[in-house]
T-cell receptor, first 111, second 115 residues
Framework: DAKTTQPPSMDCAEGRAANLPCNHS???????VYWYRQIHSQGPQYIIH???NNETNEMASLIITEDRKSSTLILPHATLRDTAVYYC????????????FGDGTTLTVKP | DVKVTQSSRYLVKRTGEKVFLECVQD?????MFWYRQDPGLGLRLIYF???????EKGDIPEGYSVSREKKERFSLILESASTNQTSMYLC??????????????FGEGSRLTVL
């Protein structure tokens, strides 16, 4: 799996967009970018993933740069319940179990 | 809603006891995984299974075994619990084949304390 780099922590005001960056400069052509989050004392929850194109679902948007060396997860209107650790993971789709969850970014949404 | 259910959220066991952690998924997934999560170490893969009765070692299998007798159930066994196995244990599942998009679905976790 390609190595990823995320800031250790970020703050966001409630109602504003939260933009969480991830660097993955060694990503290979067949590797996807996945985002998960983990609310305190719960298991990680899948958010979104993408290969080349930007993706959007009911939870978030994923913006991947053209060279695929970095990406940004966007929570468009952050709520207090979005306070969690967010993990960016890069790997091939068939290798789900080998996902490397590092320290992620601790996002704190403030009122 | 799709679900991965772990049998116990919190367990306290004594050193030397045999411990069973059960995980059941209702999504008909082929793949199931057991991880442990410790502060500063992230999630580490203990064992995984790609099919019934099949198992493969992950990164830290020592001191653990697993059982997968039915597709929906994957059990983690600590034959003789030790204090360094105090941790949060997470079960996950995923699809395989054409429908596989690589998402992992996690349970709520089981926090085990070994005294």
């Amino acid at each position: 799996d390609a190595k990823t780099t995320q800031p250790p922590s970020m703050d966001c005001a409630e109602g504003r967009a939260a933009n969480l960056p991830c660097n993955h400069s060694t990503i290979s052509g067949n590797e996807y970018v996945y985002w998960y989050r983990q609310i305190h004392s719960q298991g990680p929850q899948y958010i979104i993933h993408g290969l080349k194109n930007n993706e959007t679902n009911e939870m978030a948007s994923l913006i991947i740069t053209e060279d695929r060396k970095s990406s940004t997860l966007i929570l468009p209107h952050a709520t207090l319940r979005d306070t969690a650790v967010y993990y960016c993971i890069v790997r091939v789709a068939t290798n789900a179990g080998k996902s490397t969850f590092g320290d992620g970014t601790t996002l704190t949404v403030k009122p | 809603d799709v679900k991965v259910t772990q049998s116990s959220r919190y367990l306290v066991k004594r050193t030397g006891e045999k411990v069973f952690l059960e995980c059941v998924q209702d999504m008909d997934h082929e793949n199931m995984f057991w991880y442990r999560q410790d502060p500063g170490l992230g999630l580490r893969l203990i064992y995984f299974s790609y099919d019934v009765k099949m198992k493969e070692k992950g990164d830290i299998p020592e001191g653990y075994s697993v059982s997968r007798e039915k597709k929906e159930r994957f059990s983690l066994i600590l034959e003789s619990a030790s204090t360094n196995q105090t941790s949060m244990y997470l079960c996950a599942s995923s699809r395989t084949g054409f429908a596989n998009t690589g998402e992992l679905f996690f349970g709520e976790g089981s926090r085990l304390t070994v005294l």
